[in-house]
């Protein structure tokens, strides 16, 4: 008998580190069942399997040498009969994977300390089986599980799943049970009852300890991190609402604030991880889309279309994240705190979204189609005056009146029910060596408000080849998008009487007029105030954004444990915006109709090598040490023109033959470039899986500072220490994960434009004449500052990570405290000066807060289960000093308000307060017809919120499924500001006026006045989303897997005790791209969205 | 086949030394902006920036913020909210018109940064300029920028009185300019606009064609002698005989003379005028500056009358009080528009209910004032040449005649109301209209001369200053006397937030 005998100790192998890792696949089919293997091996002891593969079970063996401790003696050939088993890329406990392959098999074990000897023991096997039962196992998303495990209960009876998900199993009784496994979801139980042909649904567990997330540059088990991240799945994602990135998230992360700026179709959002950091650079975090950081500064640049304070034209900047189709994200990990961002240097201050797309899968061709329908309505109107109303109040006021005789509602005129359609498709499938995925995505979206609507078209393609035995793998994905928009001429910087816009007319507008004339003609009031369905018909703006991110990443295993990765990206948005104002308008009247074309463009390039280094040290394998090294090189080049002309013959021309103009209003063109040249390092260690070592270092050099400023360091390092390891945890405990987590790091930021260290000079698209002959105006821009250097975060972060009665519930809690040094601060120069504002570092901004997520299953069996997880995060803000050595001051006026005759801002920034501290007079009543007020400006109010909370349900009972995600804000404060404009009775009797202006005992004459009676709580709470869904059973003999309908509402209603349109909102006051906090003034409306939909695959 | 596999790797790893050798490359690059070590080479380059100066300060003149300032408050000019819709503005227009303009008026606020403008912008230019290697050779157009800003201290000075001095492009944080008092702006304004005049090229020394629009010595002698009229409101001082002085440099200049029609000051060519001193020219056909004048003021049925291709936005009037200072058969007359309205050719202007436009004094309520309230000044005749909606007439700063008239007062004053030869300044300026001589002469006589002389062209507000009538006259809206620091704008709040040096005007 030839004895196979093993022990690691002499065939040490040089342990490839398996730290990429997806969920994992294990499967056997089953017999007889001996043993407890739970006291085998150690209780934390796992196993990494480096890649989904299929494996003879002697390999099996191998594995589990090379990983424990263990020897085992057997038989050779004693596995021969046994099929090949799959293993998914991940980690297992070893005794899971040792039990799993052991379950109901007829062998035994002889366990002599750390060395085992197998033998086999004869079948028993020998019950008649009468009945076959067969059909599907698959995920909730309807994707088939290969390999999982079914068996009779009570029976050693029991078969796995094949590649595509089917299974077929003889049982011993007609009603017997079965009972359906598969590692990461939670085991079933489902009757047989007769029925030949049962489909099984597996649901996923919560809290998978071999979760695998994304971290910068590369991969970790989520056990293993020591940073603050948090992550969404596809799975996560709600059916059937076209939603991007942002809204992806919405409610689900603790720490992630996301707000809608407003309801228009394909809007931006609001993103900011832990508070802001910053007050004139950007706040946006860090978008890295499958390796590739982007740039988001196009979008702010091409929002300003018009000129000065009449721009009615539409300002919110195109999201360049809704170039990426939510169909294709796999997944979307948020990095929080220094120790997980620091990775990312000079970027990594306001926190990095990474975003990674889907791949295809091993297995045959997997056809993937969904496709929804919806529709939206308004979620609230404001409460104008009737036309009757409005006739009697002005009667009452013995002003002259205008009266048309027609009874208008204005709002129901613009507003409208917006349809919506969404067909997505994908294929994806592959071999051993490669494979692919490819999709099509096209939606359109009709917005609440006519004219608006945008319809995005997606492609993506991704594709995975391996050579020589996986040493060489490239991997190759290109998303490429086309987002046509039409914009409604809906702005937030109008202001007094010279500026309008629909939304705003669609408010005042004299209920007394019909929408036309007896001849057909829009009714015209004025030009300044303008008929709100003639700008629908008579005002065009469009915009065309065509965007690609592609990279191409070639890893080489050079020898084990090194390998080395480069990474070439290129990203390219391209923004074109045309608009068209017609000669009969009032705006384009005496004009002879306003073309405006203009295009802005950004591209970058993107190189990057990484030598990573991965590997088990010590004798037990008790060391882990995962490191990398890289250099990377990005350009950024942003390019565009705008041309602005007018006169023309015949409102044919549009945009499209400005030749035809007979005046060139406005031409300016510009391109810039910017680089950052980075060397990057980090270390992971492990010791005995207890304690757990960060250390991250960034060097970044930035073309945009000054000559000594260039290059700025970025270290980071964190702890953590898992003391569910240690020996002294009991293993009884309801507590069966528990991690503990401290880190420290700086990070920095640099958005704040180019050529902003040198002095300019421009030339202007107005010349003056001197003897009748036009000379070019050149003047100096912008004054040189070539001490401007890196704007610093220091950060610090306490976490506990926990998993509760084995892994049904679990728990993230933060503690984190950042502290913004050397901020890139705008700071108003005083005047005279040719700039208005200068940017410096100065000063320090504080922000700290707190975050917590618990979940779980609170209900699993074998018909129901309810998970939940629920999540909040309070973050404080507060402005520690606006000085340096070479300027000091306490405040700095923000947040415009760009209604003429008001105060200019609104906001106060100043050492003490927070961000978003909103300062004026405190309103304290009315007498004698007269607002009356307390002396002096004070603070009154702030647009930041005490908390944030989401709270997000699943139920699923048999083939339905249900899921609906709340979420909220608390204290925070909003300034009413459209109520401020439309509540003053000085604006009758050309304009009308909220109803609850009526009575407020204010005399006409009353001054337009910003104050406390205009900012209100916005504190709310929102059913974000809801989705029912029901998946049928196939039969296994059908192509078809899980067919799926559903149902999804977005947007349900609000409980808030504000009373405009929704407290959610940021209006671009200053028109300058970046919104100020909580200020509504004239936002697109929100709206309430349903729709059905249906998804199949085959 | 294996082992040069392995080789690979270092293939791979190539770039990442090729590309380590651009970390020094991180210069950036200016595609096409300009900085002041490539610039300036040439006069030329040199006179680009100096209009650049010019283009910003034609506000001073045109229909901006800062001309406004020189009118609302007056008896010849007010903005009224109109029950059809515009111009209330939050009330902002009329803070000014009762005289009780707040800190945090934004069209106050907007005339500051209009002023304070073309200060930095000059101080900006001066310093580029200054540090060009090419300096030297670059006397005057320095001396023409310095001109400038003296021209704007001098506004600054007349609005807001006491203003901080600046003479640096680039503000110091740390040492942030205090509030000079409004004497010491006073004399720096004098000090700088004697100095930059001996630079400056007489308007007899140039070929006045291709030199018009740039301001001459004559330019600042005519601005100081407006200064020094106003000498006494500014620094505690009487300056008449300055006043004369300068008065006299440009009348004995001989460049100037009374254009034989009054309206040839304004028309589309008004740039052939050889009353003009100080102009800004305009041509929206080579999008050079915009007249907007016919717009703001005329009510929307004129656009039928002068064949506009825009509708006018019914924003601009003058007072009944203005009207009725003119003779009936003064020529100046003419350019009021007022009661029943008709065409070119005497037709009535009929409205689309048939009723002719009659335009009447402005009511009561000046919030909701009718569309027809309010007479209409229309010195920027229409010639037709309109783009889009706006004329090329260019716009007056400052005329000879009122050179004469500031002759005139000076005289006046000194001589304690014996002048013959003031009344026969002031009877030149009226006989050019028309207008019947006076037989004998009064300040009143003065300044209700200059009131019709000089309506609209921002001259107003510091005569009645100078006069008093400003804060003890009667008219509409400004029915009791108000206080005399009501002379002087409030600075801008946030003005005072940016620089906490500035000290608030008293009184607000």
Not at chain 1, 73 to 80: C, K, R
Not at chain 1, 436 to 460: F, N
Not at chain 1, 633 to 655: H, L, M, P, V
Not at chain 1, 838 to 858: H, K, P, R, W
Request: one cysteine or more; aromatic letters at 10%; hydrophobic letters at 35%.
């Amino acid at each position: 008998m030839k004895i196979k005998f093993t022990n690691h100790l002499f065939l040490k192998r040089i342990g490839l580190l398996k730290f990429m890792m997806g969920t994992f696949v294990f499967l056997l089919c089953s017999t007889a069942f001996g043993f407890n293997s739970s006291n085998l091996f150690s209780k934390n002891t796992k196993v990494h399997i480096d890649k989904d593969q299929l494996v003879s079970i002697d390999e099996v063996f191998d594995l589990l040498r090379d990983q424990t401790d263990y020897s085992f003696i057997y038989q050779e050939g004693l596995f021969n009969d046994l099929p090949k088993v799959k293993l998914k890329k991940g980690t297992i406990l070893a005794n899971k994977l040792f039990e799993t392959y052991f379950f109901g098999k007829d062998f035994k074990l002889d366990i002599k300390g750390k060395i085992v000897g197998i033998s086999a023991t004869m079948s028993s096997n020998t019950t008649q089986q009468k009945f076959t039962v067969s059909g599907i196992v698959s995920d909730s998303n309807g994707q088939p599980l290969p390999g999982a495990s079914i068996v009779e209960k009570g029976t050693s009876n029991g078969v796995m799943t094949d590649f595509d998900g089917n299974y077929s199993l003889k049982v011993f009784e007609e009603n017997s049970t079965l009972v359906i496994s598969y590692i990461g979801f939670a085991t079933q139980e489902v009757m047989v009852k007769g029925q030949a042909n049962i489909t099984i649904t597996l649901i996923e567990s919560a809290g998978a300890l071999n979760e695998i997330v994304v971290v910068g540059y590369g991969t970790q088990r989520k056990e293993d991190v020591t940073g603050s991240i948090t992550s969404l799945g596809s799975d996560d994602f709600p059916e059937g609402s076209q939603q991007n990135v942002q809204q992806l998230m919405e409610g689900k992360m603790a720490g992630v604030s996301i707000s809608k700026n407003s309801g228009k179709p394909g809007g931006s959002n609001t993103v900011r991880i832990r508070g802001g950091t910053s007050i004139s650079a950007s706040n946006d975090p860090l978008y890295v889309i499958d390796g590739v950081p982007i740039s988001t500064s196009s979008p702010a640049r091409q929002a300003n279309i018009g000129s000065g304070g009449n721009n009615y034209f539409d300002q919110e900047p195109v999201n360049p994240l809704n170039s990426i189709n939510s169909n294709d994200i796999e997944s979307i990990t948020v990095l929080k705190d220094a120790s997980a961002t620091a990775i990312y240097g000079s970027r990594g201050a306001n926190g990095v979204i990474v975003v990674t797309t889907k791949m295809g899968h091993k297995g045959k061709l997997t056809t993937d189609f969904s496709a929804s329908t919806g529709f939206s309505t308004v979620s609230k109107k404001l409460d104008i005056l009737s036309a009757d109303e409005y006739v009697n109040l002005v009667n009452e006021l013995g002003l002259p009146l205008d009266d048309q005789g027609a009874r208008t509602n204005w709002q129901d005129e613009i507003f409208t029910t917006g349809l919506s359609q969404d067909y997505n498709l994908s294929l994806s499938g592959g071999g051993d060596a490669s494979r692919y995925r490819g999709s099509l995505g096209h939606s359109t979206l009709e917005g609440v408000v006519i004219g608006s609507e945008q319809s995005i078209t997606t492609t993506s393609i991704g594709i995975n080849h391996e050579v020589f035995d996986g040493k060489l793998a490239f991997d190759l994905r290109m998303n490429s998008s086309l987002i046509e928009a039409s914009n409604a001429p809906i702005s937030n910087n109008i202001g007094g009487e010279n500026g309008t816009n629909m939304l705003f007319d669609a408010y005042v507008f004299n209920p007394t007029y019909p929408i036309r004339d007896e001849s057909g003609n829009f009714t015209q009031y004025s030009q300044f105030t303008v008929n709100p369905v003639s700008y629908a018909n008579e005002i065009e703006d469009e915009s065309n954004t065509r965007s690609l991110f592609g990279n191409l990443s070639t890893t080489y295993k050079i020898i084990k444990p090194l390998s080395v990765n480069v990474n070439l990206g290129y990203t390219h948005l391209d923004i074109q915006r045309n608009s068209y104002i017609q000669k009969l308008n009032p705006l384009g009247e005496g004009v002879g109709g306003i073309a405006n074309k203009q295009n802005t463009g950004n591209s970058s390039k993107l190189f990057e090598t990484t030598l990573r280094y991965q590997d088990f040290i010590g004798l037990d394998n008790d060391h882990s040490l995962n490191a990398i090294a890289g250099y990377s090189y990005q350009n950024f080049t942003d390019e565009g023109y705008r041309i602005s002309a007018s006169g023309f013959i015949s409102d044919e021309f549009k945009w499209n033959s400005l030749q035809a103009a007979n005046t060139v209003n406005n031409v300016s063109d510009y391109k810039t470039t910017n680089t950052l040249i980075s060397y990057y390092g980090r270390i992971n260690y492990a010791f005995k899986n207890r304690y757990l070592l960060t250390a991250t270092l960034r060097q970044d050099g930035s073309s945009r500072f000054g000559d000594g400023n260039k290059w700025g360091t970025f270290p980071s390092g964190s702890v953590a220490w898992r003391v569910s390891n240690e020996n002294f945890f009991p293993e009884e405990n309801f507590i069966n994960d528990l991690k503990l987590r401290l880190s420290y790091g700086v990070t920095g930021n640099q958005e704040i434009g180019n050529l902003n260290s040198i002095t300019t000079l421009g030339a202007s698209t107005t010349g003056y004449l001197v003897g009748g002959n036009r000379l070019t105006v050149v003047l100096p821009q912008q004054y040189a500052n070539p001490n401007l250097q890196w704007e610093e975060t220091a950060q610090f972060d306490l976490g506990l990570d926990f998993q509760l009665f084995k892994g049904r519930m679990f728990g993230v809690f933060d503690y984190y405290k950042k502290n913004t040094s050397n901020l890139l601060l705008s700071i108003l120069v005083p005047s005279p000066s040719v700039v208005s504002t200068q940017l410096a570092n100065v000063g320090e901004v504080q922000n700290s807060g707190i975050e917590f997520t618990l979940g779980g299953d609170i209900i699993k069996n074998q018909n129901f289960i309810w998970s939940a997880n629920a999540n909040i995060s309070s973050n404080k803000n507060e402005v520690i000093s606006l000085s340096n050595e070479s300027f000091s001051t306490d405040e700095i006026l923000y947040g415009e308000l760009p209604s003429t005759g008001l105060t200019p801002y609104s906001q106060l920034i100043s050492p003490g307060l927070s961000l978003g501290t909103f300062y004026g007079l405190k309103f304290t009543g009315i007498e004698n017809g007269e607002e009356q007020f307390e002396d002096g400006n004070q603070v009154i109010g702030n647009a930041m919120p005490d908390f944030t909370f989401g709270f997000n349900n699943t139920f699923g009972y048999k083939n339905l499924d249900l899921s609906f995600n709340f979420r909220g804000s608390v204290g925070n404060d909003v300034l009413n500001l459209t109520a401020l404009n439309l509540s003053y009775k000085g604006i009758l009797p050309a304009k009308n006026i909220l109803r609850s202006a009526v009575n407020d005992g204010l005399d006409r004459q009353q001054r337009k006045t910003y104050s406390s009676r205009w900012i209100e709580d916005g504190s709310f709470i929102r059913l974000n989303n809801l989705t029912m869904g029901y998946t049928f059973n196939v039969s296994s003999e059908s192509a078809l897997i899980a067919p799926r309908i559903y149902v999804t509402m977005e947007n349900l209603f609000v409980i808030t005790n504000y009373s405009g349109q929704d407290p959610e909102v940021n209006s671009d006051t200053s028109g300058g791209g970046v919104a100020p906090l909580g200020i509504d003034y004239l936002a697109y409306p929100r709206s309430k969205n349903i729709s059905i939909g249906g998804r199949i695959k085959f | 086949m294996k082992s040069l596999y392995n080789r690979k790797w270092i293939l791979l790893l190539l770039p990442f030394f090729l590309l380590s050798g651009c970390a020094d490359d991180l210069d950036e690059e200016l595609f096409g902006v300009l900085s002041p070590e490539n610039y300036y080479k040439t006069e030329d380059q040199a006179l680009s920036s100096v209009v650049g100066v010019y283009q910003r300060m034609s506000g001073f003149a045109n229909y901006n913020n800062a001309w406004r300032s020189q009118e609302l408050g007056t008896d010849e000019f007010i903005v009224v909210g109109r029950a059809s819709g515009g111009w209330f503005s939050g009330g902002s227009y009329l803070e000014f018109v009762t005289h009780d303009v707040s800190s945090e008026n934004g069209k106050n606020g907007d005339a500051w940064d209009e002023v304070f403008g073309v200060i930095g912008a000059a101080n900006a230019v001066l310093q580029s300029i200054e540090e060009s290697p090419e300096a030297e050779n670059l006397s005057g157009p320095i001396a023409e920028v310095k001109a400038l800003r003296a021209y704007a201290y001098f506004y600054a000075m007349d609005f807001w009185g006491n203003v901080p001095i600046v003479t640096d492009a680039r503000i110091d944080q740390n040492n942030l300019p205090e509030t000079s008092s409004r004497s010491e702006v006073f004399d720096f304004v004098v000090s700088e606009m004697l100095s930059a005049a001996v630079n400056l090229p007489s308007i007899t020394e140039v070929d006045r064609a291709a030199y018009y629009p740039r301001f001459t010595k004559e330019s600042i002698y005519a601005a100081l002698a407006t200064v020094y009229l106003n000498g006494e409101v500014y620094s505690g001082t009487e300056h008449w005989n300055d006043a004369l002085e300068m008065s006299n440099k440009v009348i004995n200049s001989n460049g100037y003379i009374l254009e034989p029609n009054f309206i040839d000051n304004f028309t589309g060519d008004n740039y052939n005028s050889k009353e003009l001193i100080s102009s800004f020219s305009i041509d929206p056909s080579v999008n050079a500056g915009k007249n907007n004048y016919v717009r703001g003021a005329l009510h929307p049925l004129h656009k039928l009358v002068y064949n506009l291709p825009f509708t006018p936005a019914n924003g601009y009037n003058t007072f009944e009080k203005a009207f009725d200072r003119y003779d009936v058969n003064d020529i100046r007359r003419n350019y009021i528009l007022h009661g029943p309205q008709t065409y070119l050719n005497d037709d009535p202007l009929i409205d689309p209910n048939g009723i002719q436009l009659d335009l009447i004094p402005i009511g009561e309520d000046p919030i909701a004032a009718l569309d027809n309230e309010g007479f209409r000044v229309l010195k920027y005749v229409p010639d037709g040449q309109w783009v889009g909606r706006d004329a090329n007439n260019d716009v007056v700063l400052m005329r000879y005649s009122d050179v004469l008239l500031t002759k005139a007062e000076s005289l006046f004053r000194i001589g304690g109301g014996n002048s013959t030869e003031a009344l026969g300044l002031v009877n030149d300026v009226r006989s050019r209209s028309n207008a019947d001589p006076l037989t004998a002469l009064s300040l009143q006589d003065i300044e209700d001369e200059r009131s019709r002389e000089l309506l609209w062209e921002g001259s107003r507000r510091r005569d009645m200053i100078r006069f008093g009538t400003f804060f003890t006259g009667r008219w509409k809206f400004h029915t009791s006397d108000t206080p005399e620091s009501r002379g002087i704008y409030p600075i801008p709040s946030v003005q005072i937030s940016s620089n906490p040096k500035l000290v608030q005007n008293p009184g607000y």
